[in-house]
């Protein structure tokens, strides 16, 4: 888009473009209200040097930093994140207790009382014995190990995108006939 040069009566110039036909502006200098022309007469106006007004985007090493460090983030965060989340559904969390149980409870139903009376007094004066956690338990703990860590994870992910977010945030737009 074109840039046309507006003058005020106090000899100051304004930068406008075609958007602004017939708004009325404000002279920085007098401050007297300058009424821009219809889009006709802009195109007639001179036009604005365009060297002077480009805008030109500006990558620092701050903001590559911040943002190679968010892309590292997000990235491990996602890999592990999908790695523990794959080990969690590995495991096999099928409760077979309760199946144990019917097949001790049928057991025990087919056994003659004496037999089952004895049984008990053995047990009551030895007790169950060194009771171990079943595969099911500790593949629960497991799970809910692998979970933990992946929530974690994903944690991580986000401030690595927050981190890239930040970056573009501080990306710098600045006057390209400013050498500074």
Wanted: charged share 15%; aromatic share 8%; glycine share 8%.
């Amino acid at each position: 888009m074109a840039n046309y040069l507006l003058s005020c009566d106090c000899g100051a110039q304004f930068t406008i473009g075609t958007i602004d036909a017939g708004k009325t502006l404000q002279c920085a200098e007098c401050k007297i209200d300058v009424v821009v022309p219809n889009l006709r007469e802009i195109r007639q106006l001179p036009e604005a040097q365009s060297s002077s007004t480009q805008q030109k985007s500006t990558w620092g090493k701050q903001n590559g930093l911040i943002f190679s460090f968010g892309v590292i983030l997000l990235t491990l965060g996602l890999g592990l994140a999908a790695f523990d989340f794959y080990q969690a559904n590995q495991l096999d969390l099928r409760d077979t207790r309760g199946d144990e149980l019917l097949y001790g409870n049928a057991v025990i139903d087919q056994m003659p009382p004496m037999i089952v009376i004895e049984q008990w007094r053995i047990i009551r004066a030895n007790g169950l014995g060194n009771q171990q956690d079943g595969d099911y338990q500790l593949n629960a703990k497991q799970y809910a190990k692998h979970q933990t860590y992946a929530i974690w994870e994903l944690g991580g992910a986000a401030v690595g995108l927050l981190l890239c977010c930040i970056a573009f945030m501080l990306f710098k737009r600045t006057n390209a006939a400013d050498p500074s």
